[in-house]
């Protein structure tokens, strides 16, 4: 399982490098800085000063509506605009004007704008069915939590307590996404041919199929790699399928993880058919 003090992942200067990089070849990515904007603003100087974009100070105002956005924007200089910049959305603000934010954003994500965002603005975002799951996954991949320590949050629907921001955000497109009928129930204790008991991060009983979502520990320590070799074949001798994804990536690039996911769907359900 992972949680983010065990984890060695990238850290918010190193994301955000990747997304300037990503920028100036041309890929659209919003940086969405979740956390304090005061963490927010000091992350941000530090990358555009070491790649050479701005000399002093972030610009920064805090946004209500769309219409702020856009206003802070016009009022930028020309060689902000062209560089960097920050948005600071209040807590407050409804849903749809946010996500009117972020289109506006996203539009200018060329000119490194950047917003941030608290947890929840996030969530509220992620459970809004307005958000279109193509949206959602471009959305996502621009995450980069600016806190070590965020408590494990509980959603709002089915009272689910998540372990990781990650299995929020993974089990969030999963509900949210039109081609994904089978329902994964968080958090399941499932058995092993040899009798044991395992807690696995997702399970659809109706596919008989876990779903883990490994932090680093899982591919980088030998050990680790396998003791989960073990589990699962225990748990693959009591006819229970396993598909392990890297946390990282569901940041990275969660379309991509979504396919994986639905390939494999697919290949149980033809085997299920032939067996029938």
């Known amino acids: 399982m992972f949680t983010k003090k065990e984890s060695d992942r990238c850290s918010p200067d190193e ?4 997304h300037f990089r990503l920028r100036e070849a041309g890929h659209s990515v919003l940086s969405t800085l979740v956390g304090d904007p005061a963490d927010a603003r000091a992350v941000w100087g530090r990358v555009s000063k070491n790649l050479g974009f701005i000399p002093g100070t972030v610009p920064g105002c805090d946004v209500a509506s769309a219409e702020d956005a856009f206003k802070f924007y016009e009022k ?8 960097s910049a920050l948005l600071l959305v209040s807590s407050k603000i409804a849903v749809p004007e946010f996500l009117k934010c972020l289109n506006f954003v996203q539009q200018h994500s ?12 996030i969530r509220s975002v992620l459970d809004d069915p307005i958000l279109t799951t193509h949206y959602c996954a471009e959305f996502i991949k621009g995450l980069i939590f600016l806190d070590s320590d965020t408590p494990p949050s509980k959603a709002k629907k089915k ?7 990650h299995e929020e955000i993974i089990h969030k497109l999963l509900l949210a996404h039109p081609n994904f009928a089978e329902e994964f129930e968080p958090n399941h204790s499932q058995m092993g041919g040899s009798g044991s008991r395992y807690e696995v991060d997702f399970f659809c009983a109706d596919l008989k199929l876990a779903l883990e979502i490994d932090g680093s520990q899982h591919w ?14 225990d748990l693959a001798s009591n006819g229970i399928d396993t598909l ?3 946390a990282d990536k569901i940041l990275e690039d969660p379309t991509a993880v979504l396919k994986l996911l639905s390939q494999r769907i697919e290949e149980i359900k033809r085997n299920q058919r032939k067996n029938e």
Not at 15 to 18: A, P, Q
Not at 159 to 165: A, G
Not at 220 to 233: F, L, M, P, S
Request: hydrophobic share 35%; charged share 35%; aromatic share 2%.
């Open 15 to 18: 994301l955000l490098i990747t």
């Open 76 to 83: 930028l200089p020309p060689q902000l605009k062209n560089s």
């Open 110 to 121: 060329g000119k490194a704008l950047g917003i941030v965002a608290s947890h929840a603005n």
């Open 159 to 165: 009272d689910v307590l998540y372990r990781s921001d």
């Open 220 to 233: 980088k320590h030998r050990a680790q790699i396998e003791r989960d070799k073990v589990r699962d074949r």
């Open 244 to 246: 392990r994804v890297r």
